[in-house]
């Protein structure tokens, strides 16, 4: 109980400090006469055709819209955002009546679905600056990413309704293997069905090949999946999609 309380602590504190962050750099997107600039309501305009995939293989965050996407990130709307979609989710469970076979399936990403890259992140200028693997393996070597706390609530509820979870991820497994399995459990994922990183197997093909494949086998031991949910256009498409699939909101990167 006491450690609950200091895991659950400590989260408060790590996003009370981003949002105290957030507010003592926050560039006001208002003119002297009140009115919203042009550049904001682009950075409106860019993040919603971002999230519908009209806008594919961006590479950086317009430099404009930095104060932008960090106020989303960090101001609270990324959460609102999250519980909405998480909402919709959880009352589609609900008119699914899971088989007693154990069959039934649910897919879920890691990074930016179940567990947060903000820090890191925020350090990358929200996703201005260009990707850099070799800075992302070090943090993600940390395994200090905090769980988002919907995906968290969303995961356990799939867990205790009699769903078999996979947790799929483009990390890959020789090097993040057990700092990942550390991290999710630390984080309150525990009772998954399985967690499938990136072999070399899979080394160079894309997200969405690698996912597709990766599917095709769950379903070819026989399970259902019911729902299929990330962060990333790449999670949600090519084959063996699942019934539905569930994008959650991610302006800071894209991968193919």
């Not at 899971?98 to 679905?113: C, F, H, K, R, Y």
């Not at 299929?228 to 959650?248: A, H, I």
Request: aromatic content about 12%; some cysteine; proline content about 4%.
């Amino acid at each position: 109980m006491i450690k609950e309380m200091i895991h659950g602590l400590r989260e408060m504190l790590i996003f009370l400090f981003l949002a105290i962050f957030s507010k003592a750099t926050e560039v006001k997107a208002y003119t002297r006469g009140g009115l919203i600039q042009e550049g904001a309501a682009y950075c409106l305009s860019w993040r919603l055709a971002v999230e519908a995939n009209n806008v594919r293989a961006w590479r950086t965050v317009p430099s404009q819209c930095l104060r932008y996407v960090e106020t989303y990130m960090l101001g609270g709307q990324y959460e609102r955002d999250l519980d909405l979609i998480v909402g919709q989710i959880l009352s589609y469970v609900n008119e699914i009546a899971p088989s007693s076979d154990g069959m039934d399936a649910w897919i879920l990403d890691v990074d930016d679905t179940c567990i947060s890259n903000v820090l890191y992140y925020r350090g990358k200028r929200f996703g201005c600056d260009p990707y850099d693997p070799a800075g992302f393996k070090a943090w993600a070597l940390k395994g200090g990413c905090p769980a988002i706390p919907s995906v968290l609530r969303l995961f356990s509820y799939l867990v205790q309704s009699g769903f078999k979870v996979f947790l799929v991820t483009g990390r890959d497994q020789e090097t993040l293997g057990q700092v990942t399995i550390d991290n999710l459990h630390y984080e309150g994922f525990i009772g998954y069905n399985r967690l499938i990183l990136r072999t070399a197997e899979f080394k160079g093909k894309s997200a969405v090949a690698y996912k597709s494949e990766i599917r095709r086998q769950i379903e070819e031991e026989g399970y259902r999946i019911w729902g299929n949910v990330g962060d990333q256009w790449s999670d949600l498409q090519g084959e063996c999609l699942g019934n539905r699939t569930f994008k959650l909101p991610n302006p800071m990167y894209f991968v193919p």
